[in-house]
């Protein structure tokens, strides 16, 4: 397990650079004398090129050895880190932030899979959790740390201290991490098949929406607090909506096995979330402890979602189960890509921070709206077949 703590680091740098921003918005707009909305960019871009990047180098990429792949990614990621932490302007902070989230998601693909083909199969699953801890674990923690060397030290040592995270990891890695064995390639006509298959695209879509309103919101928790409560400082509503991830992905998981209703469950994840959204904005203008509480709430659904999302669609057929995964996580960072250009167009707009929880409820509501509609045709689609199985018996 020791190669696979070099992969979790790697996943802890990650998880912390895809996050940080959003409590640093102000200091690095100050810096850059740019406005939030437009520093907010640098989120969309990160996201973005996380999305698109895994599935384009697994194309262009198969039959390359896993291990080397593995390694350059992560230096991608770093020498981005690095960039970001030395641009001067806000173009400069853009490009820099698209070559770091390129590196990170080619690196979050293909380090789950190495820490699974590193361990034998009865620790499989011990190993998957290790790497992704990492990266939740990234964010939970690493976020306001990242913030609070940033109140003292400015931004600038926040991407100093990922671009180190990364070194090291690289270093260990590099110098550690033995041969991976490949998967076979999934041919290009799998992929796109996946996007118009009836049973998959409507999970892929829930998550998509899901996370336009919640990790796109995520984005401008600064704004918003501040607009709607008069909050300067942000780290500790950041570890409140932290420690609402950290609950509920530990408990999502056991609730799922031990009901096996994986739908209802996603039902009531997304009914919560647009709940604690809409109401974030009151509570934080008449008691901030209030806003505390909405945080916990959003953040316990928002990272309690994915569980039974990839639970449902790891039960389709087995030549449809990975496809379908590697497409959900694309969706995952697509929807906070454009949940964050939303927001950001929406600030620029003139429209008011406190009035994004909103319109982020409404989008959780519409990806309510769509989960209900697919299981009530996915149960009619079951009856007629039953009842067509009676007529020709």
Do not use: C
């Not at 901030?288 to 316990?300: K, N, S």
């Amino acid at each position: 397990m020791g190669k696979v703590w070099l992969l979790a680091l790697g996943a802890f740098a990650l998880g912390l650079d895809a996050y940080v921003m959003a409590g640093l918005l102000p200091v690095v707009a100050g810096d850059l004398r740019a406005s939030v909305s437009l520093v907010g960019q640098m989120v969309t871009v990160f996201t973005l090129a996380y999305a698109v990047a895994a599935p384009l180098v697994a194309g262009l990429m198969a039959g390359v050895r896993p291990r080397v792949v593995i390694v350059v990614a992560l230096g991608v990621f770093t020498v981005g880190n690095a960039v970001t932490a030395l641009a001067p302007s806000l173009g400069a902070l853009l490009a820099a932030r698209v070559v770091a989230g390129a590196g990170a998601g080619v690196y979050a693909a293909l380090s789950t899979a190495a820490a699974s083909a590193l361990v034998p199969g009865e620790r499989r699953g011990r190993a998957l959790a290790l790497v992704m801890g990492g990266m939740s674990t990234g964010t939970v923690l690493g976020v306001p740390v990242g913030v609070l060397l940033a109140g003292h030290a400015g931004w600038r040592s926040t991407m100093w201290l990922v671009t180190g995270l990364g070194a090291v990891a690289l270093v260990g890695l590099a110098a550690l991490l033995p041969p991976v064995p490949a998967d076979p390639p999934v041919p290009a006509r799998a992929r796109l098949a996946a996007v118009a298959d009836q049973e998959v695209a409507p999970i892929v879509g829930v998550s998509f929406l899901a996370a336009v309103a919640s990790l796109g919101l995520y984005t401008y928790l600064a704004p918003v607090l501040a607009s709607a409560g008069g909050v300067t400082e942000v780290g500790p509503y950041l570890w409140a909506w932290g420690i609402g991830g950290v609950v509920g992905s530990l408990v999502a998981g056991p609730l799922v096995d031990r009901t096996g209703k994986a739908a209802a469950l996603v039902g009531g994840v997304l009914v919560t979330v647009a709940v604690a959204q809409v109401l974030l904005p009151l509570l934080a203008s008449a008691a901030l402890p209030g806003a505390a509480a909405a945080l916990v709430l959003w953040g316990a659904a928002g990272w309690a979602l994915q569980v039974p999302q990839q639970h449902r669609l790891l039960a389709l057929r087995d030549d449809r189960g990975s496809v379908a995964l590697a497409l959900n996580n694309s969706a995952l960072y697509l929807g906070s890509a454009v949940g964050s250009a939303l927001g950001g167009l929406a600030l620029a707009a003139g429209a008011e921070g406190y009035a994004l929880p909103w319109a982020a409820g409404g989008v959780a509501a519409l990806g309510l709206v769509l989960h209900l509609w697919a299981g009530r045709r996915s149960r009619h689609a079951a009856r007629v077949g039953t009842l067509g199985g009676y007529e020709h018996s």
